[in-house]
């Protein structure tokens, strides 16, 4: 019996080796195309015509994108040559004093709400002026002091497209605050992606098979861990798909929407970087907010702060920002 | 004051001659040698291993199997891009993906390891059914065993082929790896609305408790009257006074009714089919029949509605609109206490 059992033992050899031939070859290639690649920040289609998650369908998140983005987008070379060939008109090559110059989103601020707002920007990342700016020449424009730029158009068009609807529509789940720079970053210019979720697309999918719902579910999990919630903070448990009033659960509906307009509008097409967590990061409501009125960005809400005028600072120091 | 009670004389059993046992289809082909292992009766098992019947349906359900385990381990090595200490640190993490759709799989990757694994597992359990039956017919059995291993072959493959099949896409079977099949049941449930208001789920528990409990009362009977010689129990049986008839005694003294020897075999039996009988069936009505199961439960009366049904149920079932008095107020809940 030995003799009928070795031929058979081969030939399940031979199938195991056919298949694993594709493994290594796999692994060798994508070593080698990885880590030299500049992905290029391209949009990426609002709607995605298929209902593929490219985090669960063998895609990966691209972690090696998330380096070269720091990379990019890391402190300034100050001893880099000031190239004013590619610079807006409004960057000066002298300055007079006490002007302000290539002020492209915090127009109407005068000097010293600007200060205090960059006083803000540093306490909430953790960083220097010259993370942003060349301090040789504040108006010149870098990678970074862009970035910054669209960070914070995407703050006040989130205050405003998201918070301020759901806050007006459901007062009772609504905190007094708004969100900022350190809302997210909490002293780091760098966040981690901790769990990734699915496109908004998936939650209004009515065609899903249940491998697709699989990703929902996960993604559930990772927005249930995000807020510190179980399943029954918005979900009715006799029928999860059905029983969808709670208001939290047409919240956290809308909150979904506004991680994928983020990520989307103001991320690039390879970094989804945006979850949950990013602003919860554990909390129901998250823990850093800017302490604004209603009807004030936070930007606005700094600048009115009582004791701005005389101390462009006192946002910070009485904790505002934290 | 303990009372002695004389225990009755018990008749040997009888047993077929020896050389009825030596015919040639029964001994035929034979592989290993007899081992005694004292240790074994530890373990409730005889003490001798070894001498197994070799037949080809059990040749060939053995190589479909361990060509199926080394297709899964290398999928998983895949996965891991070939390191081995970290397909076992996530052993219970790895996926073996199905496909999308009903078609081959575009690659190994994207579900070509789940159509060979399957396809695989489908030889060797059929195979395997095919070797219980021939040992049964061989034994001038009634073929009982096959046809339990056939219901259990039922099931798997309503949820691995028939429902999939119907459905239209591979994807609606699990993936196979270990916490991918609690995944499937969870995903499974919450899509098609809550796998508890499913009538043949509940059957399905009601058999699996109850099979549970017959195990339980007949182990601990027979247990309990195996120093009474009850583990004989075919010479027992027609016996007064012996461990089975004490047994039969203590069940009608106990509840008004009892099985005997061999109902309460009928009774395991049929609990035991029973269990993925119905689960079959409630796997195979999710999705082509019923879309949602709490509202099919609505639909029918015997569901309160908790809610507004907000949404349609998946694939466009058709729903009921939330009116008359089972349409709930539409109010707030009190902030701090959101959704609970």
């Known amino acids: 019996m030995r003799k009928l059992f070795a031929p058979l033992l081969v030939a399940a050899a031979v199938i195991a080796a056919s298949s694993i031939v594709p493994v290594f070859t796999g692994a060798k290639a994508a070593d080698a195309g990885g880590g030299t690649t500049m992905v290029a920040p391209e949009r990426a289609q609002q709607t995605p015509p298929t209902l593929v998650n490219p985090a669960q369908d063998g895609e990966e998140i691209d972690h090696r994108a998330l380096e070269i983005y720091k990379g990019q987008y890391g402190p300034v070379d100050q001893n880099a040559p000031l190239d004013f060939s590619t610079q807006p008109k409004s960057v000066p090559r002298h300055y007079l004093p006490g002007q302000l110059y290539n002020v492209q989103v915090l127009k109407g601020y005068n000097y010293g709400q600007l200060v205090g707002q960059m006083a803000y920007y540093t306490q909430s990342l953790g960083v220097q002026c010259s993370y942003c700016h060349n301090v040789g020449n504040f108006a010149y424009d870098t990678p970074t002091k862009k970035i910054a730029r669209t960070m914070q158009i995407m703050s006040n068009g989130v205050q405003a497209a998201w918070i301020e609807p759901v806050k007006r529509d459901y007062p009772n789940y609504a905190v007094s605050g708004a969100v900022g720079c350190a809302t997210c970053h909490r002293g780091n210019p760098h966040m981690d992606v901790h769990w990734n979720v699915v496109p908004v697309q998936y939650l209004d999918s009515t065609h899903k098979s249940t491998k697709q719902a699989g990703y929902v579910v996960n993604s559930m999990y990772s927005a249930a861990r995000s807020l510190g919630v179980n399943c029954l903070f918005c979900h009715n448990s006799a029928d999860f798909v059905t029983l969808q009033y709670y208001p939290t659960n047409k919240i956290a509906h809308r909150m979904w929407a506004m991680v994928d307009d983020i990520n989307h509008k103001y991320l690039p097409a390879n970094i989804k970087a945006v979850t949950c967590y990013t602003c919860h990061q554990g909390a129901k409501w998250p823990a850093v907010l800017v302490k604004a009125g209603l009807d004030q960005t936070p930007v606005q809400a700094i600048a009115s702060h009582p004791d701005y005028q005389d101390n462009p600072g006192a946002h910070i120091e009485a904790g505002a920002g934290r | ?340």
């Open chain 2, 1 to 340: 004051m303990a009372t002695v009670i004389a225990r009755p004389s018990i008749p040997p059993m009888e047993f077929p001659a020896p050389n009825e046992l030596d015919r040639a289809d029964l001994l035929g082909m034979r592989i290993g040698v007899p081992i005694r292992v004292p240790l074994l009766a530890r373990f409730g098992m005889s003490t001798q291993t070894g001498v197994i019947w070799l037949g080809t349906w059990g040749v060939l359900s053995t190589f479909f199997f361990v060509a199926g385990l080394a297709v899964l381990t290398f999928a998983g090595l895949q996965q891991m891009q070939g390191n081995l200490p970290l397909l076992i640190k996530y052993f219970a993490n790895v996926q073996i993906q199905p496909p999308e759709g009903l078609g081959m799989a575009p690659s190994l990757q994207q579900g070509g390891f789940w159509q060979i694994n399957m396809i695989l597992w489908a030889a060797s359990v059929t195979c395997w059914a095919f070797r219980c039956y021939e040992r049964c017919v061989r034994f001038s059995w009634r073929p009982y065993l096959f046809f339990a291993y056939c219901a259990a072959i039922l099931l798997t493959a309503t949820i691995w082929l028939y429902r999939p099949l119907v459905m239209g896409s591979w994807a609606e079977a699990p993936a196979l790896g270990l916490n991918s099949d609690l995944d499937w049941a969870q995903n499974f449930s919450v899509l098609w609305g809550n796998l508890y208001y499913n009538p043949w789920h509940m059957l399905a528990i009601f058999f699996l408790f109850g099979s549970t409990m017959l195990w339980g009362m007949h182990g601990a009977t027979i247990l309990a009257t195996a120093a009474e010689g009850s583990h004989q129990e075919v010479a027992e049986i027609k016996d007064m006074h012996s461990g089975s008839h004490k047994s039969m005694l203590f069940w009608r003294w106990t509840m008004g009714f009892n099985a005997n020897p061999k109902t309460i075999h009928d009774w395991l039996y049929w609990f035991s089919v029973g269990v993925v009988l119905s689960s079959a069936i409630g796997i195979i009505a999710t999705g082509p029949i019923v879309k949602d199961w709490y509202v099919w439960g609505v639909d029918h009366g015997w569901v309160q509605q908790y809610g507004p049904i907000t949404r349609s149920a998946i694939n466009g079932s058709p729903q009921i609109a939330p009116v008359g008095i089972n349409a709930p107020a539409q109010q707030g809940v009190p902030k701090g206490q959101g959704g609970y």
